[in-house]
Nanobody
């Protein structure tokens, strides 16, 4: 059974940094897509950053230049380095992976105080 476990969320002041990690277990096939999504209070879940099996990345406009997504295919992990955090980055961050179907992690809270 595939499971995604996220870690690294927390409370940080504006301008600070956090590193999120998501580790997948029970994987029997290559992971086509790895991504991080954010759901702010009262808003829909939205893409923050994604990386595919060839290493191509995609970022939301408000993440470009501040966030970096990376993957370790051997360890089935995806990381999100978040720098220069802003209060509007606050939300629950979810890891998503697409293998034969999509899987979601349980989410990790990120709170950026002003």
């Amino acid at each position: 059974q595939v499971q995604l476990v996220e870690s690294g969320g927390g409370l940080v002041q504006a301008g600070g940094s956090l590193r999120l990690s998501c580790a997948a277990s029970g994987i029997g096939f290559s992971i086509r897509h790895m991504g991080w999504y954010r759901q702010a209070p009262g808003k829909q879940r939205e893409l923050v950053a994604a990386i595919n099996s060839s290493g191509s990345t995609d970022y939301a406009d408000n993440a470009k230049g501040r966030f970096t997504i990376s993957r370790d295919s051997a360890k089935n992990t995806v990381n999100l380095q978040m720098n220069s955090l802003k209060p509007e980055d606050t939300g629950v961050y979810y890891c998503r992976m697409i293998i034969l179907r999509e899987y979601w992690g349980q989410g990790t809270q990120v709170t950026v105080s002003s």
